[in-house]
């Protein structure tokens, strides 16, 4: 198996644009995570899903976040107007029920 | 009442060495507390994990402490090696009602040849 699939692995935007953040988690795991890593805030949880299902969005900064999950096997995160208090590292994680949670390599956002 | 706190903010051992890193938590509902293990330019790795019907669990070279009553639990690295410097995250969560996992801030381990 690949593992978690996410792109792009590095983004660097002006402010003010739309950022879409891509994953693909592992085959057969039915939950998927959307982490934020930051050197002050440490990683957050922003969104998780549970079947395809939103389950707990409270980690969602604000409304210029949203995410989606069409299928089983692909997810995005989107900002729209980016920030340059958005630039992080985006993780992605899949799990089967609550079990081990796999992280992706990340995508190293930077919005100037 | 979710907070994980974790200490030290950094961590630098000689090879050979024991590297003890330490987490507290607030919420005494949480059943479920792992240890992440993060290498620059990837994403978090599952090290070892405890549930608090154990005081201990071991693997390899890496244990966990736990101690219920306190609220604390711990990851000990013996015979630490350079391959080992990363970053340690500690994590708990409410297993049993679905629940997401709170990490701890993270310790940044050096281990010196």
């Known amino acids: 198996d690949a593992g978690v699939i996410q792109s792009p692995r590095h983004e660097v935007t002006e402010m003010g644009q739309e950022v879409t953040l891509r994953c693909k988690p592992i085959?057969?795991?039915?939950?998927l995570f959307w982490y934020r890593q930051t050197m002050m805030r440490g990683l957050e949880l922003l969104i998780y899903?549970?079947?395809?299902?939103?389950?707990?969005d409270s980690g969602m900064p604000e409304d210029r976040f949203s995410a989606k999950m069409p299928n089983a096997s692909f997810s995005t995160l989107k900002i729209q107007p980016s920030e340059p208090r958005d630039s992080a590292v985006y993780f992605c994680?899949?799990?089967?029920?609550?079990?081990?949670?796999?992280f992706g390599p990340g995508t190293r956002l930077t919005v100037t | 009442q979710q907070q994980v706190k974790q200490s030290p903010q950094s961590l630098i051992v000689q090879k050979g060495g024991i590297s003890i890193i330490n987490c507290a938590y607030e919420?005494?509902?949480?059943?479920?507390f792992p240890w992440y293990q993060q290498f620059p330019g990837k994403g978090p790795a599952l090290l070892i994990a405890?549930?608090?019907?154990?005081s201990e669990k071991k693997e390899g070279r890496f244990t966990i402490s736990f101690n219920k009553s306190a609220k604390q639990f711990s990851l000990h690295i013996m015979d630490s090696q350079p391959g080992d410097s990363a970053t340690y995250f500690c994590?708990?969560?409410?297993?049993?009602?679905?629940?997401?996992?709170?990490f701890g801030e993270g310790t940044q381990l050096t281990v010196n040849p």
């Open positions: 919420n005494t509902a949480f059943d479920y």
């Open positions: 994680a899949s799990s089967w029920d609550q079990g081990e949670q796999y």
């Open positions: 994590a708990a969560e409410r297993e049993t009602s679905g629940s997401r996992l709170t």
């Open positions: 085959s057969g795991h039915n939950s």
């Open positions: 405890i549930r608090p019907d154990v």
């Open positions: 899903f549970n079947n395809n299902v939103p389950i707990d």
